[in-house]
């Protein structure tokens, strides 16, 4: 069973930055393609971000490109989603997620979140104006 654990959320002003971190357990970490969704008071979740299991791949949502980039560390199993220029608007619980992609699907950086077999618990991020 794998486990994904968030960290690295807070409260920050607007212009700021903030690095989240998702720690891996319970499988094979270079076997999947990670992804960070997030969730508004009151809005559906959506994605954020994914990183292919190959490493050479990733998408992001249009409102993060150029402020977000998501890596990945795979000796220490923690994958990461660096958040600059944050704005009111990114408020929300941030999740991560872990696609068991086979070979057939290692370029896949999935926006899609049933395309994701694990997630974390959320870190709350609030930006405040």
């Known amino acids: 069973q794998v486990q994904l654990v968030e960290s690295g959320g807070g409260l920050v002003q607007a212009g700021g930055s903030l690095r989240l971190s998702c720690v891996a357990s319970?499988?094979?970490?270079?076997?999947?393609?990670m992804g960070w969704f997030r969730q508004a008071p009151g809005k559906e979740r959506e994605f954020v971000a994914a990183l292919s299991r190959s490493g050479t791949s990733t998408a992001y949502t249009d409102s993060v490109k150029g402020r977000f980039m998501i890596s990945r560390d795979k000796a220490k199993n923690t994958a990461y989603l660096q958040m600059n220029t944050l704005k009111p608007e990114d408020t929300a619980v941030y999740y991560c997620?872990?696609?068991?992609?086979?070979?057939?699907?290692?370029?896949?950086?999935?926006?899609?979140?049933?395309?994701?077999?694990?997630w974390g618990q959320g870190t709350q991020v609030t930006v405040s104006s």
């Open positions: 319970g499988g094979t970490f270079s076997t999947y393609a």
């Open positions: 997620a872990a696609d068991l992609a086979d070979l057939d699907g290692l370029f896949r950086a999935s926006s899609r979140w049933g395309e994701y077999d694990y």
